[in-house]
């Protein structure tokens, strides 16, 4: 193996974990849902605005966390985010309310936000564009890992011990992250490169990414296509308890489909770099996520058996993984001089309109596979519209 591949092996290797933050912290305790809701005396309702009040505070931290990583370097921002997580962790552990939760898990999301910013930095820090987009896809494999471990995990743990376990595995996590962070990430900013602002300038440069079409475009792509498989990870304890008559540990129904394709998809981006360009990865990837999605709605339609029906998952979060590290690196090429911010704003914008979802949409939609259905083509169909605009001439 060439020193270059070595590196971005080491790497990936390194930063996958931070990416897997996010998925851990949100799905390791979805099977748990009904217990908790039991225990804190609260409605499914509820416990789906712990899920919601995470993602707000996740994309809201992201604005913070991408600046500050850009003055004061990427590990000295992501050591304290992770020692605040795993303590955080300790605390939901704890906690014997329901607006204990609430507030813990506005805490949880703020602390977890470091990870995906700063990961997303350091690869682009790191390597050129062609190394990164390798990086990237690479992560994206490993970060697949994530989805479909976390539930499967949360579903052993609730099953045996309960659900306060699955908040001390997630410190557990988080203190191991934190130290492996610190033994083996080296700095990527140096001194030399940091670039201090003051938040009324951090304000307006965010306001002048919003307004950019440049950089726009592929977040706004990417969180609608992200969006149409999150309505599927948000609803996973009605879909797996209710739709489908299963019980705590049988969330690899819906999550290990998942994680094939976005392993299988990674793997696919890697190989395509130097023969594909990023615009034609994201035009495939947006072609067979779209098949994907009607081949659902036709399982739905004909009622197919419930392994069958979530193989076409399976295809579209291996759509999603092509389109993924394309549409991440046309994003934060648009700032190479601050790169933890527009880092930041990607991350902000992706997760707030998850978080939308998940207050809003999640709970109407979940109750009906079809609605779902109808719900994820309406999510990509809206992607498809902002990618192609500029091909429509308007």
């Not at 001194?191 to 304000?203: K, L, N, T, Y």
């Not at 948000?234 to 489909?257: C, K, Q, R």
């Not at 809206?382 to 605009?389: K, Q, S, V």
Request: charged share 10%.
């Amino acid at each position: 193996m060439n020193p270059q591949r070595r590196a971005r092996w080491q790497f990936a290797l390194l930063v996958a974990p931070l990416a897997m933050l996010a998925p851990f912290s949100l799905d390791t305790y979805l099977p748990s849902f009904p217990a908790m809701a039991e225990q804190l005396r609260v409605s499914s309702a509820a416990m789906q605005s712990t899920l919601a009040v995470y993602l707000v505070a996740f994309a809201a931290s992201t604005l913070i966390v991408g600046p500050l990583s850009d003055t004061l370097g990427r590990r000295t921002v992501v050591l304290w985010a992770l020692a605040a997580y795993a303590l955080i962790s300790v605390l939901l552990a704890l906690s014997v309310e329901y607006w204990q939760v609430l507030a813990l898990r506005i805490a949880q999301g703020m602390a977890a936000a470091a990870g995906v910013v700063v990961g997303r930095a350091v690869v682009r820090d790191r390597f050129d564009p062609d190394d990164a987009r390798r990086v990237f896809a690479l992560i994206t494999m490993f970060f697949a890992l994530g989805p479909a471990l976390a539930p499967m995990v949360g579903g052993w743990l609730q099953m045996l011990l309960g659900w306060r376990a699955v908040f001390v595995f997630l410190a557990l996590y988080g203190a191991v992250l934190m130290v492996s962070i610190w033994l083996w990430l080296p700095e990527t900013l140096p001194p030399v490169g940091r670039v201090f602002a003051s938040p009324w300038r951090i304000v307006i440069r965010y306001f002048q990414g919003l307004r950019n079409p440049a950089f726009l475009r592929p977040v706004l792509v990417l969180s609608f296509l992200f969006g149409a498989l999150f309505l599927f990870v948000a609803a996973s304890p009605v879909i797996i308890y209710d739709h489908m008559g299963g019980d705590e540990t049988d969330f690899w129904w819906l999550f290990a489909p998942l994680v094939i394709g976005l392993v299988a998809g990674g793997f696919i981006a890697g190989r395509l770099v130097g023969r594909v360009s990023p615009a034609a990865s994201i035009v495939l990837g947006l072609t067979l996520s779209g098949l994907a999605l009607v081949g659902f709605l036709l399982g739905v339609l004909l009622g197919s058996p419930r392994f069958w029906l979530m193989l076409p998952l399976a295809g579209y979060s291996l759509a999603l993984a092509l389109t993924m590290p394309a549409l991440t690196l046309l994003a934060l090429d648009c700032y190479p001089q601050t790169r933890g911010m527009a880092a930041a704003l990607q991350s902000f914008v992706q997760l707030g309109f998850s978080a939308l979802l998940a207050l809003f949409v999640v709970d109407w939609l979940a109750g009906n596979l079809l609605h779902l259905a109808l719900g994820a083509l309406f999510l990509w169909l809206l992607g498809n519209l902002i990618w192609y605009r500029k091909a429509l001439g308007r």
